[in-house]
């Protein structure tokens, strides 16, 4: 019998919705949790879209996605989470919010809840430390989208036991998705290495090393890349690239995890990539152009 038979997930945003969608895909029960209906209301159609989209591409048949409608259910109340056997959160980067969550989740469900936090840069050691069962909090960094990443990172912590890690190995594997062991160090593996590329490229740009379509092309067609760096800086969120660029300088000091100027300037500007219609390119038609240059002046 399966440990973790219902998983609930903590936020209904671009994160929370796509993992709850993979979640009912690959079998189980999820209750997914936002504090305002509204806000609920909007996660839960992204989840139906994106399951429409899976039968669109042949991923998933209508029978198949009704059974995964069927496993999700949309809650309001933090309690309605108190049954679940694992809990995933997947709140806005912010410790403190998420701290606070995670103390009440660690009030309200049994000894036996495993908790877990999709953060991509802050530290589970110091969220396990909040609860009262450390051993049971561990990281479960999906990336985004999840419904087509497969990538899982499993972060331990020096708290986390051996069997709440096997557990949840387990668990990964049957969404299914790879899972890999990383430490508990700010960025974990691939945004300490993906960080800093990303940033030099922003830099390289400002520098006029070269523009944005050629920095893009080089890096797609020269090492096989199926997105250039500003492409999916765009697709990220400038926005988010900023927050987490910051986070880990914050934790390192080095040079390599500055946030460039050009990068403050444009989330300035609300120029926050994809989401926002411009970053480095505009997306208000079928075909995204560059859309740097306007910035400069030039």
Same mark, same amino acid.
């Given at each position: ?13 671009a994160?929370?919705?796509g ?5 009912a ?5 999820? @209750? %997914?949790? =936002?504090?305002?209906?509204? +806000?609920? $209301? ?15 591409k ?6 198949s ?60 050691t110091?969220?396990?430390?909040s ?21 899982v ?13 096997k @557990? %949840?190995q =387990?668990?990964v594997?049957? +969404?299914? $998705? ?26 390289s ?12 092309t ?16 765009d ?6 690239l ?20 050009l ?30 240059l306007?910035?400069?002046g030039?």
């Amino acid at each position: 019998m399966k440990e973790i038979r219902e998983v609930g997930v903590l936020g209904c945003g671009a994160m929370g919705s796509g993992i709850a969608q993979v979640l009912a895909t690959a079998g189980y029960a999820v @209750v %997914v949790r =936002e504090p305002q209906e509204e +806000l609920l $209301k909007k996660g839960m159609v992204r989840i139906e879209k994106g399951l429409e989209r899976a039968v669109e591409k042949g991923q998933l048949d209508s029978a198949s996605r009704d059974q995964a409608l069927r496993r999700l259910r949309g809650v309001i109340s933090l309690e309605e989470m108190k049954d679940c056997h694992l809990i995933i959160e997947a709140l806005p980067e912010e410790i403190g919010l998420k701290k606070e969550h995670l103390r009440k989740l660690d009030a309200l469900c049994p000894a036996s809840t495993i908790l877990a936090s999709n953060t991509s840069s802050l530290m589970i050691t110091e969220l396990a430390a909040s609860t009262g069962r450390p051993e049971k909090v561990i990281g479960l960094h999906f990336f985004n989208p999840p419904a087509v990443m497969n990538l899982v990172e499993i972060v331990r912590t020096p708290f986390t036991s051996s069997r709440t890690l096997k @557990v %949840v190995q =387990e668990f990964v594997a049957s +969404l299914p $998705k790879t899972s890999i062991l990383v430490p508990d160090r700010c960025g974990f593996v691939v945004n300490r290495l993906l960080i800093p590329y990303l940033l030099d490229a922003i830099q390289s740009l400002d520098n006029g090393l070269a523009s944005v379509q050629d920095i893009d092309t080089g890096m797609r067609l020269g090492c096989g890349h199926p997105m250039g760096p500003l492409a999916l800086s765009d697709f990220i969120g400038l926005d988010i690239l900023l927050h987490i660029s910051e986070v880990m300088f914050a934790e390192y000091r080095e040079r390599r995890f500055a946030p460039p100027p050009l990068l403050r300037r444009m989330v300035t500007a609300g120029w926050l990539g994809k989401k926002a219609g411009r970053g480095f390119y505009e997306y208000r038609g079928q075909v995204p152009r560059p859309g740097f240059l306007d910035l400069r002046g030039e």
